[in-house]
């Protein structure tokens, strides 16, 4: 373990914790425009975040320890999802301890926290979008552990850093199976962050709502680092997607130089993302829940597919 | 008699299985004293089952060591022979029964169906014949010791024996066991080679050919797969579970399915001398149908013990899953991968072991505390059984396969492999190699979908009865039980570079290559080939989580406060909220339901808007059972219809039957 390896880990975690809000507020801030609303700053996302965090916490008379902690499982699992993304160098310690599986794993466990957590006040709102979680959730995963596989099949390797490294210096050669991965992720990343057309995150209704049911009762510190999760979340998928789609700029072992030169780069890398991810949420329409599973079900055949046409043309 | 210091395992071994003998003759002396069953015969049993754990580590490594006892039939002893596999398989099973003995200290009471002292004479009769099971070494005394195992079992499932609906169910237990044990006993026909020596060294011996050493496979498939619960032979998983008693359930789903995923390997690579690549692909359509047929079942399901249940055929399901790969590897003699696969069944093997057993007795205490078995009437337990809940916590998310717990671990293995797999020698396989994984994918993400169903239905939430306020806690005997098992399923997915060195010697015998070298080589982190293609950390992964838990709370707590404030729930306002409101477990398996709406035979009533007392009752029933289990019945129904035409009850007609007879073999028979 190199002192510039624990230097590229902690900026990248530092990296994440900072950039997270501030990219769903650029998100936030495009999608205003684009509607012709007055967009809120770009710092929004902090100062909800320190007020909530000022906030007595009110939690329910019967909430288990399960709801109290679960807030901070599912931070501490986004956490080290950001801290794997291999979004600044390849040079990470911590990147040995969980490849692309344990990473699908790792959204695993923070959804089976938050939705048990959700459950456990035991009101109507929170089993309904427990359940919705993990319907969503069943059917996402194995879309992006096949998005993943058709990566890790073009490198040979399920490790992410080996991943972005193959990717990163491969010729620009067309792959066809990464094309359809690249709608199935687009897809999955839309369900998985809570986005039009699968759910919005700006409403509370109930016929259409699952990431608000699901943290309905949370309020003041839990509250914002669930939200706070919910946008590292947001910044892990984009990274993974950058880091699957357009791996270049991001630094390797031994080149503190281009660790200088990666931050710039992938904060231009995110900021095209969240236009066109705004962009995305405007033109589509939301999804009545019960067209949510076919949906999410193109994906993962799209998925498959991509990994059959590798399997055919590419090797 | 040899001194004491000369003893090998084996020995060491069948004196604990005397031991479990033992202490079931002394439950039937002491029929009625339910205070000795309980305090002192299971709590022994336990520490025999712990003691066989420890016994079955160390021999692992110790080589083939054979014994001939002087049993059985006049010219026909037993033999009994312990390797590899049968030490690993002893592991699983002891490890497994010494929690669940545990727990069965504080289970059983008394004036319920079996008497108390007879219940331990089953019990122990039924651990010691699965550790027999995996010892035996010629086919006499394998087909004993595995019909003493059905015989036991059913005789436990039993227990309740006043309730007609057990009765049937241990029926249907029975049936399925013995269909299944012809087709074992027909492939050791087929085995011995029409030598009349029906040892398994004899067999080892014998070079079949491709015809008979499939139809060989076939019959071990059928056979052992009857006992695992394979589709279509699951039918009686689902009703034999939930009919036993709590800590019987345990033991039949964590540790006798495995014996006959042991009887699978032992044919498979033992017996037979090769392995032909299709067999593999039988096996993996087979064992891929089972898992997604059995988790779509368990998300549907509103007996939480049926769920496991079905939850237990999707484990089968992987297992098998698991070993068609091994086989199809095998075949094409890629001995590393086959072991790489074979290391993920045997993993999962364990895991399941434990996590299945956890969950099992973790019902049985929510069932002593409550009386219910229906998910509809349980809820928010966590706050009156605590240890339980939590313990159980445990359980479910090593179930659901999420690190780091063990189950992740096999599954990450399994999906190892099929990444690792550098092109088989077919197209055609090299194509189904991305739709497996897909599968098993699908699978696993289910699996967690019935998990998060299973606990958040039971313990979470607000109780759906008033009696569940009342509800006790499980006592010491049943939290040390389950401790154990919580400490087994932590360890598992703490430590697989341990664990896989404790398979490599099974899948150096069985596929001639191992894990153990390459893992052993990198420490902490779980590497089946190389860092660059493939690692996996648990202790890092869950330091790095724990870490960042207990960061954010320090620094929450030293930049904000920690001002804590409880009230009513808030559900946007809404203030009338009843237990009532919360979803059911009918509720929450309903998108699955219609998702998947061909696997199940639904029958719904729903009420119309004008109904003055609305009712909605749906029913989910098998396909299966409808389509091939029924229509077999109605067949042989009518079969001895016809043959009880003959039975006329009167005398003359009888003799007019001995008449044509007699005539009828004078003229066959010419002397």
């Not at chain 2, 789903?253 to 299709?278: E, N, P």
């Not at chain 2, 009843?578 to 699955?592: K, L, S, Y």
């Amino acid at each position: 373990m190199s002192l510039l390896g624990l230097t590229s880990q902690l900026l990248e975690i530092m990296a994440a914790l900072l950039l997270a809000p501030l990219l769903t507020g650029w998100v936030n801030q495009c999608r205003a425009w684009l509607q012709n609303r007055s967009a809120p700053g770009l710092l929004q996302p902090y100062r909800v975040l320190h007020k909530l965090f000022h906030k007595d916490s009110v939690v329910a008379e019967r909430a288990s320890p399960l709801f109290l902690g679960a807030p901070y499982i599912v931070f501490g699992c986004m956490v080290l999802a950001c801290a794997i993304v291999p979004t600044l160098s390849t040079d990470l310690p911590l990147a040995p301890a969980a490849d692309a599986i344990a990473l699908v794993g790792l959204f695993a466990l923070a959804r089976v926290f938050i939705s048990l957590a959700a459950m456990d006040v035991g009101t109507s709102f929170g089993t309904l979008g427990a359940r919705r979680e993990m319907l969503v959730g069943f059917l996402a995963e194995p879309a992006l552990l096949m998005v993943l596989f058709s990566a890790s099949m073009i490198s040979k390797s399920t490790s992410l850093t080996t991943i972005v490294e193959t990717l990163g210096h491969r010729e620009l050669a067309i792959h066809p199976s990464l094309a359809f991965a690249g709608v199935a992720f687009t897809i999955v990343s839309l369900a998985e962050n809570a986005r039009i057309p699968v759910d919005n995150p700006a409403t509370h209704l109930e016929l259409t709502m699952i990431h608000e049911a699901l943290i309905l009762e949370y309020s003041g510190r839990h509250l914002a680092l669930v939200e706070w999760a919910a946008s590292l979340k947001l910044f892990a998928y984009s990274c993974i997607g950058l880091a699957l789609f357009f791996p270049w700029g991001v630094a390797e072992a031994h080149a503190p130089l281009e660790l200088l030169l990666a931050l710039p780069v992938l904060v231009l890398k995110l900021a095209i993302g969240g236009v066109l991810l705004a962009l995305l949420e405007t033109v589509s329409a939301k999804m009545r829940i019960f067209r949510v599973p076919e949906f999410l079900a193109t994906a993962f055949l799209l998925a498959v597919i991509g990994l059959l046409v590798h399997i055919l043309l590419e090797v | 008699m040899t001194a004491i210091s000369s003893w090998i395992h084996l020995d060491w071994m069948l004196l604990v299985v005397a031991g479990w003998l033992l202490i079931g003759i002394v439950g039937v002396i002491a029929l009625r004293r339910f205070e000795l069953v309980a305090s002192v015969l299971f709590p022994a049993g336990g520490l025999l089952g712990a003691a066989l754990f420890g016994v079955a580590a160390s021999a692992l490594f110790a080589g083939p060591q054979v014994a001939v006892l002087a049993l059985g039939l006049p010219g026909l002893p037993f033999h009994l022979r312990l390797d590899s596999l049968s030490a690993f398989f002893l592991m699983v099973i002891a490890g497994a029964a010494a929690g669940v003995s545990a727990f069965a200290t504080g289970y059983f009471r008394k004036g319920e169906g079996t008497p108390p002292g007879l219940l331990c004479l089953e019990y122990h009769v039924f651990l010691a014949s699965m550790a027999l099971v995996v010892l035996a070494d010629d086919a006499y005394f394998f087909m004993v010791t595995w019909e003493t195992m059905a015989l036991s079992s059913f005789f436990l499932v039993i227990a309740n024996h006043r309730i007609p609906e057990i009765r049937r169910a241990g029926y249907l237990y029975l049936l399925v066991a013995h269909i299944g044990a012809i087709g074992i006993l027909l492939c050791f026909g087929v085995l011995q080679a029409d030598t009349g020596d029906y040892t398994f060294a004899n067999m080892r011996a014998q070079q079949l050919a491709p015809f008979w050493a499939s139809t060989a496979f076939l019959l071990a498939l059928f056979g052992f797969g009857a006992k695992a619960g394979v589709v279509p032979l699951h039918v009686w998983l689902p009703e034999a579970h939930p009919a036993a008693p709590s800590p019987v359930s345990a033991l039949m789903s964590g540790v006798m399915l495995k014996t006959a995923v042991y009887g699978v390997l032992r044919v498979c690579f033992d017996l037979l001398h090769v392995q032909l690549w299709w067999w593999g692909v039988v096996m993996l359509a087979v064992g891929l149908a089972t898992a997604l047929f059995g988790v779509v079942f368990a998300a549907a399901q509103v007996d939480m013990k049926r769920l496991l249940a079905y939850s237990s055929i999707e484990n089968i399901g992987l297992l098998f899953a698991g070993i068609g790969l091994a086989v199809l590897f095998s075949a094409y003699g890629m001995h590393p991968l086959a072991a790489l696969a074979l290391t993920a069944a045997l993993y999962h093997v364990a895991s399941h072991a434990f996590f299945k057993s956890l969950l099992f007795i973790g019902t049985g205490a929510v069932l002593h505390a409550t009386g219910e078995r229906s998910l509809g009437k349980l809820g928010g337990l966590v706050r009156t059984m605590p240890w339980v809940a939590w313990m159980t916590l445990v359980g479910v998310l090593a179930s659901a396969g999420l690190p780091p717990l063990g189950g992740f671990v096999a599954e990450w293995l399994l999906l190892q492999s099929f990444l690792l797999t550098p092109g088989l020698p077919s197209s055609f396989l090299n194509m189904l190699i991305p739709i497996v994984a897909a599968l098993i994918a699908l699978v696993a993400a289910l699996s967690g979908y019935v998990m998060v169903k299973f606990f958040g239905v039971i313990f979470l939430g607000q109780p759906r009865e008033h009696k569940l306020l009342e509800a006790h806690d499980a006592g010491t005997a049943e939290r040390v039980g389950m401790l154990w098992l919580v400490a087994g399923c932590v360890a598992l997915g703490l430590l697989p570079t341990l664990f896989i060195g404790l398979i490599d010697p099974v899948t150096k015998q069985l596929v001639a290559a191992g894990l153990g070298s390459t893992v052993a080589a990198s420490g902490w982190l779980l590497v089946p080939a190389s860092v660059e293609r493939a690692s996996y950390g648990p202790v890092l992964f869950l330091l790095g989580v724990a870490t960042s838990f207990a960061l954010t709370y320090l620094l929450v707590r030293r930049f904000y406060h920690g001002r804590l404030r409880r009230s009513a729930p808030w559900d946007c306002g809404f203030q009338w909220q009843t237990a009532r409101m919360q979803d059911t477990a009918e509720g929450f398996g309903q998108p699955i339901r219609q998702i998947f709406e061909p696997f199940f035979r639904m029958q719904r009533e729903l009420p119309s808007p004008f109904d003055e007392q609305p009712r909605y009752r749906v029913s989910v029933g098998d396909h299966v059972w409808h389509r091939i289990y029924l229509p077999i019945g109605a067949a042989v129904e009518y079969a001895s219809k016809l043959i009880g035409l003959l039975q006329r009850g009167r005398i003359g007609t009888y003799l007019l039957y001995s008449f044509v007879t007699l005539i009828a073999v004078l003229l066959v028979v010419r002397p």
